[in-house]
């Protein structure tokens, strides 16, 4: 079993709908959680970060960790496009500086 | 915001052959640097942890004789893949960590990717 698991997708949604993307994973010491966005052949790109569990909300994006549960959130509001791409999610514990990555969901928002 | 550059961002050669990719943090001192590989459609795979002035850390499964990887200055850590196979091509992304990480930020920033094609 991976440490972090994520749907691969592909998701395909209309433009204007709001988007779900979730990982789940297993170790209990993770407290950053990360969703990056990936667009084709170029690197990941930050999006969202938390700090144990919570919400937080930027513009249209909103990332929710549920440690109790170990399972993270990011909501896509208004989805346009421009948000087609792979959608990360990495975490790591408090000490350590290196991510665990999930696979990676291709959201493709249709126009 | 902190800005992360590869070179070449895609490089093409010819199987036995050296190919060496650098990571630059421009505007901000990293002294950890994290190498990984992406096959199409797959996630990131860490190859290594570099910190300058020291030795690289390989992850299980990685050959440090052929993935060469060296640290020499806070904003420069380059990745050298020694006698390249068709079986090395791929994505490589490097990603710095800003050192002057505070609080709960993440500090962590990766360049856009070097694509590799050995053939």
């Known amino acids: 079993q991976k440490e972090v698991e994520q749907d691969p997708g592909p998701l395909s949604v209309p433009e204007g709908a709001i988007v779900s993307l979730n990982c789940t994973y297993s170790?209990?010491?993770?407290?950053?959680f990360m969703w990056y966005r990936q667009y084709s052949r170029k690197g990941p790109e930050l999006l969202m970060y938390t700090y144990s569990s919570g919400n937080k909300e930027d513009g249209r994006f909103t990332a929710q960790v549920d440690k109790s549960s170990k399972y993270i959130s990011l909501f896509i509001r208004d989805s346009q496009p421009s948000d087609s791409a792979t959608y990360l999610c990495?975490?790591?514990?408090?000490?350590?500086?290196?991510?665990?990555f999930g696979g990676g969901t291709r959201l493709m928002v249709k126009p | 915001g902190a800005v992360v550059s590869q070179h070449p961002s895609w490089v093409i050669c010819k199987s036995g052959t050296s190919v060496k990719i650098e990571c630059r943090s421009l505007?901000?001192?990293?002294?950890?640097m994290f190498w990984y590989r992406q096959f199409p459609k797959q996630s990131l795979m860490l190859m290594a942890t570099?910190?300058?002035?020291?030795?690289?850390?390989?992850e299980q499964g990685v050959e440090k004789d052929k993935f060469l990887i060296n640290h020499a200055s806070l904003t420069l850590s380059t990745l050298t893949v020694t006698s390249a196979h068709p079986e090395d091509s791929s994505f490589y992304i490097c990603s710095a960590r800003d050192a002057r990480t505070s609080g709960r930020r993440e500090t962590q920033y990766f360049g856009p990717g070097t694509r590799l094609l050995v053939l």
């Open positions: 170790n209990s010491a993770f407290q950053y």
């Open positions: 505007d901000f001192q990293a002294t950890t």
């Open positions: 570099s910190n300058e002035g020291s030795k690289a850390t390989y």
């Open positions: 990495a975490m790591r514990n408090n000490a350590g500086n290196m991510l665990t």
